[in-house]
């Protein structure tokens, strides 16, 4: 099992940058695949990046790629999310979760309690 608690969310102009953060506690979270989804008011949870246990393998949705880069530390028990060039659009709560695979078929079982990301225009 594996708990999750992100941050680093906020408000930002649009063009600007965040980084997201989920620190994870257990043993094992180098186990498990992670992913990053995101949910805005009104619309459905979608899932917007992910990565493998190693790093090796990474899935972007369309609407992100070459703006969001997601990375991991399991040493630190760490996932990471980079956000530039952000865009309105790209409002929502942002979630992390662990699952046992990378891109939209994954199960993902544990969840964090989500962080606001805001960009205004």
């Known amino acids: 099992q594996v708990q999750l608690v992100e941050s680093g969310g906020g408000l930002v102009q649009a063009g600007g940058s965040l980084r997201l953060s989920c620190a994870a506690s257990?043993?094992?979270?180098?186990?498990?695949?992670m992913g990053w989804f995101r949910q805005a008011p009104g619309k459905e949870r979608e899932l917007v990046v992910a990565?493998?246990?190693?790093?090796?393998?990474?899935y972007y949705t369309d609407s992100v790629k070459g703006r969001f880069t997601i990375s991991r530390d399991n040493a630190k028990n760490t996932l990471y999310l980079q956000m530039n060039s952000l865009k309105p659009e790209d409002t929502a709560v942002y979630y992390c979760?662990?699952?046992?695979?990378?891109?939209?078929?994954?199960?993902?079982?544990?969840w964090g309690q989500g962080t606001q990301v805001t960009v205004s225009s």
């Open positions: 979760a662990a699952g046992d695979a990378v891109g939209p078929r994954g199960s993902y079982d544990y």
């Open positions: 257990g043993r094992t979270f180098s186990s498990y695949a």
């Open positions: 990565i493998s246990w190693s790093g090796g393998k990474k």
